[in-house]
Structure formats: structure tokens, C-alpha cells
């Protein structure tokens, strides 16, 4: 550093003078913490795992590279992506920028262009992007109805094997929730794939009504599901200003009532925000009760909330995650979508999501540990060892030249590097070109 570049037939090897975030960290025993929550160490790599985490200034004769006080990251951990969907702006934009907007221009083209060597084309670029930044773990929704759960989901489980050790990965089936009601045996279709595919299962919650016995029915049947084959649980969730959408307390009843033993996480959450204080607190306490996790999406949030053309957006259409936190529950933040109709930008770059994360739910100023959101947390939430470094584990990591997390949060780290297994991996993201066939 800087232009770091470790030889590929190097296996055994010490990065000196490096700093890691004190909380992604499986064993700091060893380690002292700056005001920031870093802690100086050397990393011992040894044929693609770590071997050490310890002290600097141990010398063993081995190979070294100097990180000249750099920090150094996990490969971090995406928990809610959308691939399937991901890179169609080209051809089906948002007209508008609104929620509705997005839906119509996803549907039109969903319906015309989701070939199996569509999906396919488009969900490698995105895991191409997201390698090349970092990313180690990616669980990406799905959308399934009747005429593409069967076209999309085997090319998922083809990506899934392809990409195995580089990009763990696992899919969320995502339908409109009424469906469990309506169609009784799309969802039985639904389930069946889901559960073929060791999938999780989904859904949209809210869609646009009040909170009513309704939605009651339609998460009985989804939780009945999900406890009948074994399958953890995770929905969009209340992704709206209107004081209507609640369904984030009827899924934490429904849990609560079916003494749900999954994992179950809640997307979104955006109106929660704008309930009123008592009101708010009271279905997180809820949701604490029920073990929920939430997750925030606040650039795909930002975009699609409060947007009204020639209007200035008021607020910022992201979850209350400082409130949720202190109440105990786990939370996330992610990148939802990338260059779709319902966000038009995105590179499913986790620092940047981080970054972005900090200005809009103002991570900074607060002595919580917010780096887990992106790694350590949702690696835990989706039962992956993953975003967390750890004497054993693979080594995979993003070591930057940011000595603060101050100098961190303030480029785009483009200059980072990363490593798969103990290798440095090709940073070069695919171009915009591939896609225009
Ligand atoms: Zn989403």
C-alpha cells in the first residue's frame, strides 16, 4: 500500500500495521481500541485463512505487507438485494420516481424480457459488482408469480453453485401476500419451490390497506408454511408514509401467535418512522418480543419516499433504527435495488451503503457498533459465518488506505483491495456495455 498487490502464489503472508473495527472481530482479546473502535494488529494469512489476529510488531520471517495503518474489513454481507431485477434501467425506467411507478415499469418489463438467460445475465453482473467491492454474502428477494417462479429461481440455484466460495447466496421469495389467500395453489407452487430450493419464504405486506383480519389470514397461512417445511421468513414490510401501513405489528402478532422458532426479518419498515411516539414504541417493543429483525433500505427509501414532482421531500423514508436498536432489536441496513425502476442507481457496494447509511440514519456521533449492520449482523440473521474476522476463518477482507473512520466515510474507497480465500481478487467492476445486447 499504496498499490498494494500480493502475489498470487504468496499463501503464507503477514499484513502489518493494519486497523480493524474492534466489532467484527470474533476474538479482540488481544486487541486495544482507538476513539473510533479500531484496534492496531497484524493479520497472519495462511493458505487462505487467517491465522492470527494479534499485536503488531510480532516478526516470524514471514512475508509482510505493510497496510500503513489501514483499515481492514470482512468481506461484508448484503441481506437484502433484489439481482433478479437489478440492471434493467436501460430499458424500463421509473417514469415518475414513485413506488407506483416503479411497480407498473417492472411489471411491463417482467413480463416481456425475464428469460431465463435475462435473469441469468443480469443476476452475474450483479454478483460481479458486488465481488468486486467487496461483498461476501448476498441473499437476494425473488420475485414469484405463476409464470416466472419457474424461470427464475433454477437460475438462481445455477448462480448460487457458480458462485459458490466467492459469494455465498441465498434467495427470498417475493409475491404479493394476498396470494397466500387468493390463489391457494400458487402459493402451495410457491412454497414447493421455496422449500425445493432451500429458499426462504416472503412476501409484500402491505399493500396499500389498513391493518384488518385479512392480513391476519394471509400470515397465518404464510407462517403455517414456513413452520410445515422448516423455512426462515423474511418480508417487505410497510414500505409507505400512510399512517395505514402497520403490518409490522400483525407480523409480530402472527410470530407471537404461531410461537415462531425461525429467523424472521422485516424490510423497510418505513411508516414506522412517522407513527407517533407512544404508537411507535409500542409495536417495537412488539417486535422485540416477536425477535423480528429489521432492516433499512435508505437510499432505495430516499428515492421513492416522499417524492412528489416539483415538491422538496420532507423526511427521509428510512426505519427509526436508533429506536429499534435500543430496544434490543437487531438491525440492518442494505442495498436493495440497483439501476431498476425502483431505484435508478446503486452498485451493490456495501461501503457505500455504509456511507450513505451514516448521513441519512446518522450513524456517526453514537458509540454503537453500526459497522455490525453490514457485516457481522446479517451474516448472523442469515446463519452464515460470514462478516466477521476470525482466527480459522477464510480470509476474506477489504483492506483500505483509511486510517479513521472519518477518512473512510469520506471517499468511495475506490482504492481498496480485497481479498477472497487469501487472494487479491480483480477490483474492476463489468461494464454498462455487456448489457446493451
Ligand atoms: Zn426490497
Known amino acids: 500500500m499504496p498499490g498494494l498487490a500480493i502475489p498470487p502464489n504468496t499463501t503464507r503472508f503477514r499484513l502489518v500495521n493494519a486497523r480493524v473495527p474492534i466489532c467484527l472481530v470474533a476474538d479482540a482479546s488481544r486487541l486495544t481500541t482507538d476513539a473510533d473502535g479500531l484496534a492496531p494488529c497484524d ?193 417487505h414490510v410497510d414500505e409507505s408514509h400512510l399512517p395505514e401501513a402497520r403490518s409490522l405489528l400483525q407480523i409480530a ?6 410461537k415462531f422458532k425461525g429467523n424472521i426479518v422485516a424490510g423497510h419498515c418505513c411508516s414506522l418512522a412517522l407513527a407517533d411516539d407512544a404508537e411507535r414504541a409500542a409495536i417495537i417493543v412488539k417486535v422485540a418480543e416477536a425477535g423480528i429483525a429489521v432492516v433499512s433500505l435508505p437510499m432505495c427509501n430516499m428515492y421513492l419516499q416522499d417524492r412528489t414532482s416539483g415538491r422538496t421531500p420532507r423526511w427521509r423514508g428510512a426505519a427509526p433504527l436508533h429506536e429499534l436498536d435500543a430496544a434490543g432489536v437487531t438491525v440492518m441496513v442494505a442495498s436493495d435495488n440497483t439501476r431498476d425502476p425502483f431505484y435508478a442507481y446503486g452498485d451493490l457496494d456495501l461501503i457505500e451503503v455504509y456511507r450513505e447509511a451514516t448521513r441519512i440514519l446518522h450513524f456517526d456521533h453514537s458509540d454503537r457498533p453500526w459497522l455490525k449492520t453490514i457485516a457481522t449482523t446479517p451474516g448472523e440473521v442469515m446463519r452464515l459465518p460470514h462478516g466477521r474476522m476470525a482466527v480459522g476463518a477464510p480470509a476474506g477482507m477489504i483492506i483500505t488506505r483509511a486510517r479513521t473512520m472519518n477518512e473512510l466515510l469520506s471517499r468511495p474507497q475506490n482504492d481498496r483491495v480485497v481479498l477472497c480465500a487469501g487472494k487479491q481478487v480483480d477490483r474492476t467492476p463489468p461494464d454498462y456495455r455487456e448489457l446493451d445486447i
Open 43 to 235: 493479520i497472519v494469512i495462511d493458505n487462505g485463512r487467517i491465522a492470527a489476529i494479534g499485536p503488531s510488531g510480532e516478526n516470524d520471517g514471514l512475508e509482510s505487507f505493510d497496510l500503513d495503518h489501514g483499515i481492514v474489513l470482512p468481506r461484508l454481507v448484503d441481506v437484502h438485494t433484489h439481482i433478479d431485477k437489478g440492471h434493467i434501467w436501460h430499458r424500463a425506467q421509473n417514469p415518475n420516481g414513485t413506488h407506483l411507478g416503479a411497480r407498473t415499469a417492472v411489471m411491463a418489463d417482467r413480463d416481456v424480457n425475464w428469460s431465463a438467460e435475462d435473469v441469468a445475465k443480469r443476476m452475474d453482473f450483479a454478483l460481479r459488482c458486488a465481488f468486486a467491492h467487496g461483498t461476501g454474502a448476498l441473499r437476494t428477494h425473488i420475485d414469484s408469480y405463476p409464470k416466472q417462479t419457474p424461470i427464475s429461481w433454477p437460475v438462481f440455484a445455477e448462480m448460487r453453485e457458480e458462485w459458490k466460495g466467492r459469494i455465498a447466496l441465498q434467495a427470498v421469495a417475493l409475491f404479493p401476500m394476498d396470494r397466500a389467500v387468493t390463489d391457494e395453489a400458487e402459493f402451495r407452487q410457491t412454497v414447493a419451490t421455496v422449500a425445493k430450493h432451500g429458499g426462504i419464504l416472503g412476501g409484500l405486506t402491505f399493500l396499500g390497506e389498513a391493518p384488518s383480519p385479512k392480513t391476519d389470514a394471509m400470515l397465518d397461512k404464510v407462517f403455517a408454511a414456513a413452520i410445515a417445511n422448516g423455512l426462515d421468513l423474511d418480508f
Open 253 to 258: 402478532e402472527a410470530a407471537l401467535r404461531h
